[in-house]
């Protein structure tokens, strides 16, 4: 395992999909608002961080690989703040659009004593214009054919940046490559990624993307979702995170289920980026597909008993995969 992840700092992976800037306000509540019956937070920090597919590339950047980001942001204030928390991070921008019709996505989390109270968010889930969503695909093409890429991640919000039209040809562009396709999915395009090498949604967007009740105390339930995806996009596997439930993975011929190990939840928030993050690393690095649902999953609720969108820490991680053997 040591060796393994020593392999990580030889990628190159590349993240295609929604990026977004998390912002926080962190305060203390003494008191219920006397207009209504809602806390006050008395704020005493305010921080933003990258997110989104963002997080994913951060995630990337922790397990010691080279991330690069490709999507698009606003030509706004919170777009400029955007990239100026991409070079605070060392990451490249060299694959990030600015548009002057489209907003920066932005999600404010209000955190009181710890504990996220709300969020708010700007944003928009049009999708891109043809014109801009050509020049995205061109970007991307261009840089699998002049950077040594071992991965690429479709991290999908649907919020927009993530077509038919790119998704075809970037998976076709990757096959000639033999460069590895992972998914994080979303529901606009659930039934759109065919022909990847890993197709990892959670239970909820399994169940909203086929269409279907998943009952998991009948895992025949489980299984059939499963091939019928499988089926349906000649996916190489599939990876469905199932939270307390562990992680279910299916190959050609085989199929798994992984329990998740006890953690104490502070936010979920993130976890799934991490997840992805370290799925990608791990194919890209040789792993096989059972152990890297194990350690993804793993890395997944590591980032979980932190309050907020974290990284996953490269060392915790490496420590407690050992420990898995």
């Known amino acids: 395992m040591i060796d393994l992840f020593r392999k990580f700092s030889e990628l190159n992976i590349l993240i295609i999909g929604d990026v977004m800037m998390d912002s926080y306000l962190w305060g203390n509540v003494d008191r219920i608002s006397p207009e209504a019956p809602v806390p006050v937070v008395s704020v005493h920090k305010r921080e933003n961080r990258l997110g989104g597919a963002a997080n994913v590339a951060l995630n990337i950047q922790s397990l010691g690989a080279t991330p690069l980001i490709c999507s698009v942001i606003g030509n706004d204030i919170e777009g400029a703040a955007f990239l100026h928390l991409l070079e605070d991070h060392e990451l490249s921008a060299e694959g990030i659009i600015s548009l002057n019709d489209r907003p920066t996505t932005v999600k404010t989390r209000v955190i009181g004593q710890n504990q996220q109270m709300l969020r708010i968010d700007e944003e928009t889930d049009a999708l891109l214009s043809q014109e801009h969503s050509g020049q995205l695909i061109d970007k991307i093409k261009t840089l699998i054919n002049s950077k040594e890429i071992h991965a690429i991640i479709f991290q999908d919000y649907d919020k927009g940046v993530i077509s038919q039209q790119l998704i075809t040809e970037i998976v076709s562009e990757s096959k000639k490559k033999n460069i590895i396709t992972v998914v994080d999915p979303k529901k606009r395009n659930f039934l759109k990624y065919a022909n990847v090498t890993l197709f990892k949604p959670n239970l909820k967007e399994l169940r909203e993307g086929l269409k279907v009740e998943i009952d998991m105390r009948q895992m025949k339930d489980l299984e059939s979702a499963v091939k019928q ?67 993804s999953n793993l890395a997944g609720g590591l980032v979980c008993e932190h309050v907020g969108v974290v990284s996953i820490d490269k060392a915790h991680l490496l420590k407690e995969s050992i420990a898995l053997k």
């Open 229 to 295: 995806i499988k089926t349906h996009l000649n996916a190489d596997y599939i990876m469905v995170t199932l939270s307390e439930l562990g992680v279910f993975m299916q190959s050609n011929d085989q199929k798994r289920l992984i329990p998740a190990h006890i953690r104490k939840i502070a936010d979920v928030s993130g976890a799934g980026d991490t997840v992805i993050a370290t799925a990608a690393v791990c194919l890209a690095s040789g792993l096989d597909v059972f152990t890297t649902a194990a350690v």
